[in-house]
């Protein structure tokens, strides 16, 4: 037996918006949780007078793993929700295939450092509308309006309690990527 | 779902080793000059094998699970250990060649996975 590829997606959107759902239904395992220190820097940001702390913050970081042949697996790895943590993102989309940022229309300025993260930083990104029982509250050219994102990005609507939806929203990513990539071979 | 994740190894998790202060396991160190992505599969080599019994506690942990490869992320959840003594410990089993590390190499100048890749990828998830 080989050593599979590794390949990698993130899944970013705001504090409690599904993305360990999501997570948990695509993987074929529990999903596990890695934790990162904090880097000295954030951790100065990150002190409103705890003094007493000497352990210094950690970030914890939920992921699950997909096998999509025997010589490659799939990591997801969903991103801390709070923005004190996004010194985490870089190491987290570094030569990840893209992100699937996870949308509740009823928090959409949730996700906004999300899509800025993932746009300043050139990462391949879908938006998905989690849908919540299925119900679709705000359009998707609403979405699109509300978020300001550009027109070639992406966006779909999924629900992260169900594997079918997640994986067809992952399809459209890796879609979206496969786009980047023949335009960025072009240009 | 699959069976090909390890089992994973009770004497990692419950092990009392790491109720010791983590980057006491690392000497203090917090990086490694080994370049180790999240993602990045490890995988114990022949070499690792025959020592594991020689190995500290904490590396003979690694050398246990990633018997059958594991990420370096999976190598940090299932010791209990932050990620980077994680990449510590990995990179020195890397240069003592006690395991060996696998990652992306087919990749666009943006370090991303590249068409052909995504392409079999694209193919994975359809038929999940």
Same mark, same amino acid.
């Given at each position: 037996?080989?050593? !599979?590829? !590794?390949?990698?997606?993130?899944?970013?959107?705001?504090? $409690?918006?599904?993305?360990?759902?999501?997570?948990?239904?695509?993987?074929?395992?529990?999903?596990? *949780? *890695?934790?990162?220190?904090?880097?000295?820097?954030?951790?100065?940001?990150?002190?409103?007078?705890?003094?007493?702390?000497?352990?210094? *913050?950690?970030?914890?970081?939920?992921?699950?793993? &997909?096998?999509?042949? !025997? @010589?490659?697996?799939?990591?997801?790895?969903?991103?801390?929700?709070? =923005?004190?943590?996004?010194?985490?993102?870089? @190491?987290?989309?570094?030569?990840?295939?893209?992100? &699937? &940022?996870?949308?509740? *229309?009823?928090?959409?300025?949730?996700?906004? !450092?999300?899509?800025?993260?993932?746009?300043?930083? #050139?990462?391949?990104?879908?938006? $998905?509308?989690?849908?919540?029982?299925?119900?679709?509250?705000?359009?998707?050219?609403?979405?699109?309006?509300?978020?300001?994102?550009?027109?070639?990005?992406?966006?779909?609507?999924? =629900?992260?309690? #169900?594997?079918?939806?997640?994986?067809?929203?992952?399809?459209?990513?890796?879609?979206?990527?496969?786009?980047?990539?023949?335009?960025?071979?072009?240009? | 779902?699959?069976?090909?994740? +390890?089992?994973?190894?009770?004497?990692?998790?419950?092990? +009392?080793?790491?109720?010791?202060?983590?980057?006491?396991?690392?000497?203090?160190?917090?990086?490694?000059?080994?370049?180790?992505?999240?993602?990045?599969?490890?995988?114990?080599?022949?070499?690792?094998?025959?020592?594991?019994?020689?190995?500290?506690?904490?590396?003979?942990?690694?050398?246990?699970?990633?018997?059958?490869?594991?990420?370096?992320?999976?190598?940090?959840?299932?010791?209990?250990? +932050?990620?980077?003594?994680?990449?510590?410990?990995?990179?020195?089993?890397?240069?003592?060649?006690?395991?060996?590390?696998?990652?992306?190499?087919?990749?666009?100048?943006?370090?991303?996975?590249?068409?052909?890749?995504?392409?079999?990828?694209?193919?994975?998830?359809?038929?999940?």
């Amino acid at each position: 037996m080989s050593t !599979p590829i !590794p390949v990698k997606i993130v899944v970013a959107g705001g504090f $409690a918006v599904g993305k360990t759902t999501f997570v948990t239904s695509i993987s074929d395992i529990e999903p596990l *949780t *890695t934790e990162a220190a904090m880097t000295k820097v954030s951790e100065e940001v990150d002190h409103l007078g705890d003094a007493t702390s000497k352990k210094g *913050t950690t970030v914890a970081m939920d992921f699950g793993r &997909v096998a999509l042949s !025997p @010589e490659l697996v799939l990591y997801v790895f969903g991103t801390p929700g709070q =923005d004190r943590f996004h010194f985490m993102w870089d @190491e987290l989309v570094r030569g990840a295939i893209g992100a &699937v &940022v996870l949308v509740d *229309t009823n928090r959409l300025d949730d996700c906004f !450092p999300a899509v800025d993260y993932m746009e300043h930083t #050139n990462v391949p990104f879908i938006v $998905a509308i989690n849908a919540f029982d299925g119900i679709l509250r705000h359009h998707p050219d609403d979405v699109r309006e509300a978020l300001d994102v550009p027109h070639h990005v992406p966006i779909v609507v999924t =629900d992260a309690r #169900n594997r079918a939806a997640v994986r067809d929203s992952m399809v459209s990513l890796v879609r979206h990527a496969m786009t980047v990539a023949a335009t960025a071979a072009v240009g | 779902m699959t069976t090909s994740g +390890p089992a994973r190894p009770a004497s990692a998790a419950a092990s +009392p080793t790491f109720r010791v202060r983590p980057y006491t396991l690392t000497g203090g160190r917090t990086r490694t000059e080994v370049e180790l992505g999240l993602e990045t599969q490890i995988r114990t080599t022949e070499q690792g094998m025959r020592r594991a019994g020689m190995l500290a506690l904490e590396l003979r942990d690694i050398v246990e699970i990633c018997r059958q490869p594991l990420s370096v992320a999976e190598v940090s959840a299932h010791l209990h250990v +932050p990620l980077q003594v994680a990449k510590v410990l990995v990179g020195d089993l890397i240069t003592s060649g006690d395991v060996a590390s696998q990652a992306v190499v087919e990749t666009q100048q943006s370090g991303r996975p590249d068409i052909q890749l995504l392409e079999r990828v694209l193919e994975g998830l359809q038929s999940l």
